[in-house]
C-alpha cells in the first residue's frame, strides 16, 4: 500500500478530494493536523486513514521529516507527500493531481515537474517575504499578505546550503529541483540516508514561527535530500519520475 501523507491546517473543503483518489489507488491516509480544529470525516468514509495531531512549527517541511523519522523502520514502499492546501490554485491543482494519478508508478522521485536549476536558483535567498495572513481557514492565492523578514538559514545562500546539508557538490552551480512541495518517493530511496541525516534536518525547523527562510530552501531543494549525490546522470535518469510534457 502505498501513504499518502498530508500536511494539513484547515482546508477541511479538500479532504474528500483526497478521499476519493485513496479510494481509487488504495493510498492510505495520513493526515497531520497543524491547527487547533478537529478534523471530522464522515462516517461512511471507506478508507484507511489516520489522523495525528503535531504542533504548528515548520510547515508541511516539518510534517513530512517527522513522517519519515517516526516512520524509519515501517515505511510503505511509496510515500506521497502532499499539502493540504494542494488544490487551492491552478498550477498547484496540476501538479496536485498528476502526483495523485501516478504516484503508484514511482521508481524514486516523482514530482509532475522536474529541471536543472540555474546560476540564480544557486544564488537564491529570502530574507524578507510577503506571507499569507493566517488568521482565517479559507486561505485563497490571492488573500493578503504581509511583508515579513524571516529568520536566515544556517547557511546561505541556497546553493551552499545545499551543499552543507546534503553534501551534493554543485561545483556546476545546477542541481535538480521539483516545485510546489508535492513529490512522492520510494522507501528505497529515503533509506540511502540514515535515519540521522533526517533528525538532523528537522531541527532546523523546531522553532515556534513561520518565518524561517529554510523552509523555502527545503522546498526547493527535496531532490538532494533524498536521493545520493555526486551520482552519474543514469542513476538520475533511473530515479527522477515527472511528466515529460511539464
Known amino acids: 500500500m502505498t501513504d499518502l501523507v498530508i500536511a494539513y491546517y484547515n482546508e477541511s473543503e479538500y479532504i474528500n478530494t483526497f478521499i476519493e483518489y485513496a479510494n481509487k489507488y488504495n493510498y492510505f491516509i495520513h493526515i497531520y493536523n497543524k491547527s487547533d480544529n478537529n478534523i471530522k470525516l464522515t462516517d461512511?468514509?471507506?478508507v484507511n486513514y489516520k489522523i495525528?495531531?503535531?504542533?504548528n512549527i515548520g510547515q508541511a517541511t516539518h510534517t513530512y521529516l517527522y513522517h519519515i523519522i517516526q516512520n524509519y523502520n515501517n515505511l510503505s514502499n511509496i510515500t506521497i507527500f502532499m499539502l493540504g492546501s494542494a488544490f487551492r490554485d491552478k498550477s498547484k491543482s496540476e501538479k496536485a493531481h498528476w502526483l495523485?494519478?501516478?504516484?503508484n508508478n514511482c521508481k524514486g522521485f516523482s514530482a509532475k515537474r522536474i529541471w536543472l536549476s540555474d546560476i540564480?536558483?544557486?544564488?537564491?535567498?529570502?530574507?524578507?517575504?510577503d506571507i499569507l495572513k493566517y488568521n482565517h481557514s479559507h486561505l485563497k492565492?490571492?488573500?493578503?499578505?504581509?511583508?515579513?523578514?524571516?529568520?536566515?538559514?544556517?547557511t546561505i545562500p541556497?546553493?551552499?546550503?545545499?551543499?552543507?546539508?546534503?553534501f551534493f557538490n554543485l561545483s556546476n552551480k545546477s542541481f535538480y529541483r521539483s516545485s510546489k512541495c508535492m513529490f512522492a518517493v520510494t522507501k528505497d530511496v529515503i533509506l540511502q540516508k540514515p535515519k540521522s541525516f533526517y533528525i538532523n534536518l528537522i531541527k532546523q525547523l523546531e522553532f515556534d514561527t513561520r518565518n524561517l527562510e529554510v523552509i523555502h530552501f527545503f522546498e526547493r531543494s527535496w531532490i538532494c535530500v533524498f536521493l545520493k549525490p555526486n551520482e552519474n546522470s543514469d542513476y538520475y535518469k533511473e530515479n527522477l519520475h515527472h511528466d515529460t510534457e511539464n
Open 52 to 55: 495525528h495531531k503535531l504542533d
Open 44 to 46: 461512511n468514509v471507506s
Open 158 to 166: 541556497l546553493g551552499k546550503w545545499i551543499e552543507k546539508n546534503t
Open 100 to 103: 495523485l494519478n501516478n504516484a
Open 120 to 129: 540564480d536558483d544557486y544564488n537564491w535567498e529570502l530574507p524578507y517575504y
Open 141 to 154: 492565492e490571492n488573500s493578503s499578505r504581509i511583508k515579513t523578514k524571516m529568520i536566515r538559514a544556517n
